[in-house]
């Protein structure tokens, strides 16, 4: 899965929908799903390839030909990982492995996948009482960062706090801090394989958060920064053929 400069990035935003469906704190925010809210702030930004999925399709929407197309997976989740089925779950790790970018979102880190990809149990403290949440940029430089100031402010978020059971970054992006007094590393990156992975964590699903301009920017920004590029072919195995020619010992 290689992109260039002149195709556009096909992207995928999975949810699994169920909170809109029961929950009208919910629904009032996102009427027709935090996915189409999300794709929407991804068109708005240039994305011209964008499609969604979700937990009760077939395949929750990820076939192999769906993912065959996708360049960058986007990923929400929260009350029902357990429901997602470990071939699909399997799919999509290999399909990072592979080269495509994945974006996990707020509690998709408790994903089937994002575990996985991680080796960890990625737990945390949390707390939902509607505070305010600010992300401050600690690496300006980034791409993910470009186009945001020196920090976004949310008034009212669901807390995460330290500490966070994944493996070290590569980079971080964002820290947060609460109004409760905990900080979180909130936006970090990842390789592995051939497959940049971005967890960005804000994104409660009783708060308007994918409608934040800044939200919607960042996550544009990981969206361009997780397309494949192209990289040297990942070669494992038993290699009879040697490039030199080699003397054995007996």
């Known amino acids: 899965m290689t992109q260039t400069s002149k195709t556009q990035p096909r992207l995928t935003v ?6 809109e ?22 068109r ?3 994305f011209a390839e964008v499609r969604t999925a979700t937990l009760d399709e077939p395949e929750h929407g990820l076939s192999n030909a769906v993912l ?7 990923w929400w989740g929260h009350k029902a990982h357990a429901e997602v089925s470990d071939e699909v779950a399997a799919r999509v790790v290999a399909r990072v492995l592979g080269g495509m970018g994945l974006i996990v979102l707020h509690s998709g880190h408790f994903s089937k996948p994002f575990r996985t990809l991680m080796g960890t149990g990625c ?9 305010k949440e600010r992300l401050w940029v600690i690496n300006p430089a980034h791409p993910i960062a470009q186009g945001v100031g020196e920090h976004i402010t949310l008034e009212h978020e669901e807390m ?3 500490h966070f059971d994944i493996p070290a970054p590569d980079e971080l992006v964002f820290v947060s801090w609460f109004a409760g007094g905990e900080v979180f590393r909130s936006g970090c990156t990842f390789t592995r394989g051939s497959g940049k992975i971005f967890y960005f964590r804000p994104g409660h699903e009783t708060y308007p958060t994918y409608h934040n301009p800044e939200i ?7 969206a361009h920064w997780a ?3 192209a990289s040297a072919p990942r070669s494992f195995g038993h290699r009879p053929a040697p490039l030199e020619a080699v003397l054995e010992s007996r």
Request: charged share 25%; proline share 5%; net charge negative.
């Open 14 to 19: 999975w949810n699994e929908y169920r909170h």
């Open 21 to 42: 469906l029961d929950n009208p704190r919910v629904s009032a925010h996102y009427p027709q799903g935090i996915h189409t809210v999300i794709a929407d702030g991804l």
């Open 44 to 46: 708005g930004h240039g």
């Open 68 to 74: 065959d197309g996708t360049d960058v997976l986007l």
């Open 123 to 131: 737990d945390l403290k949390w707390r939902e009482a509607g505070e």
């Open 160 to 162: 995460y706090g330290e």
């Open 216 to 222: 919607r920017r960042v996550i544009a920004n990981a």
């Open 227 to 229: 397309v494949p590029t």
